[in-house]
């Protein structure tokens, strides 16, 4: 899982798609003079995961939010995060070597690079698309966000929801999430979807964390219970926000964050976009659910942490900023402020009593 079974895995930071006869072309990567964040990744379900987090740090992504489902995930982000961000550092080094080596300066308008198009990549390619030397890349920091996601909530029992009140006292755990109601797939019986929302709302008071919602074809109702038990005082985050300006006005009046993925770039989504240039600036982030969504222009191939890069472009652009102009790098920079307000803040209550 986490990549198309005919995608084969790149071992360099630059990103591609498949191009004619089978190749696979260098896709050059929008460039950052700020930080960048993904609030919303599934580490666990790409193919490589280490790999990803040197991709994503070698273009500048400097923070990352991770999903887990208590009901479905076990615990091997919690086991292997460790591991994966080591492995990233040693490939970081490698990636780095060969930006070295290549005499690549990371000047804007630099695309030489990207006139490469092969399955098997050249070191030059590692450098496509990356942030300016200047910035040194380093590994993503990470945190998690653990929940019982609707698809899961049959699942969500007493035991469960005791393993969940276990998780949520990590310290490296900054949200309750991603939950919420599914009426497009219905898994889990719409009675049971609501009610288990409704206790993880109340877990999410309990402990001081934020929420991170999943609500599809099932807003009506989210909005409706979060009315009822209250929306926490932490912070309520909407995300993958793919809907119509009116449905986003309620919930900005609410005072949630929304959060956009890979639909605010494709090419149908005029509405998604609109709703982007609704929300207030502080209340606006990035994020990718990766391995899911993936932006044009690399719709049909694996999405990943590095990726939310070309929604950032997308934002920037939907709200009047130029490329490389000051204004992009301080509504930048603002997203990334937003990303480490939400999901970045110090340990809970809850987490403090472990030390």
């Avoid at 190749?23 to 460039?31: F, L």
């Avoid at 790999?51 to 919690?78: K, S, Y």
């Avoid at 001081?208 to 926490?232: K, M, N, W």
């Amino acid at each position: 899982m986490g990549r198309f079974d005919d995608e084969p895995e790149f071992l360099d930071a630059a990103f591609h798609r498949k191009g004619k006869k089978g190749r696979w072309d260098i896709v050059a990567a929008p460039r950052f003079e700020a930080p960048i964040a993904d609030t919303h990744a599934h580490l666990q379900l790409l193919a490589n995961p280490g790999l990803a987090l040197a991709r994503a740090g070698f273009h500048g992504v400097r923070f990352i939010e991770t999903m887990v489902d208590c009901c479905e995930d076990g615990t091997t982000t919690f086991d292997e995060l460790g591991a994966w961000q080591e492995q990233a550092r040693e490939l970081l080094a490698e990636f780095a070597a060969a930006q070295s080596a290549e005499g690549f300066d990371g000047a804007p308008g630099d695309d030489s690079a990207l006139a490469q198009e092969s399955a098997s990549v050249s070191s030059a390619a590692t450098v496509a698309g990356a942030v300016p030397a200047r910035a040194l890349p380093e590994v993503p920091h990470v945190r998690i966000a653990v929940g019982c996601h609707p698809h899961n909530a049959r699942l969500f029992d007493a035991q469960a929801e005791s393993l969940l009140e276990r998780e949520l006292r990590d310290p490296r755990v900054s949200a309750l999430g991603e939950v919420g109601l599914d009426y497009h797939y219905d898994l889990s019986p719409r009675e049971t979807q609501r009610e288990v929302f409704r206790r993880q709302i109340r877990l999410a008071k309990k402990a001081g964390l934020p929420l991170v919602l999943h609500l599809r074809e099932a807003h009506d109702e989210g909005f409706e219970i979060l009315s009822e038990e209250g929306f926490p005082e932490a912070g309520v985050l909407l995300h993958c926000f793919n809907l119509d300006p009116a449905e986003a006005k309620r919930w900005i009046e609410a005072g949630c964050y929304l959060a956009f993925g890979g639909p605010v770039t494709f090419k149908k989504a005029d509405e998604v976009r609109e709703s982007a240039g609704l929300v207030p600036l502080d209340r606006l982030l990035s994020e990718t659910d990766s391995p899911y969504m993936s932006p044009e222009p690399l719709r049909g191939t694996s999405c990943e942490p590095g990726l939310v890069l070309f929604n950032v472009a997308k934002l920037a652009e939907v709200r009047g900023c130029a490329p490389g102009s000051d204004a992009e790098v301080e509504f930048v920079e603002q997203l990334y402020r937003n990303s480490l307000a939400f999901f970045d803040r110090g340990l809970t209550p809850w987490q403090l009593e472990a030390f």
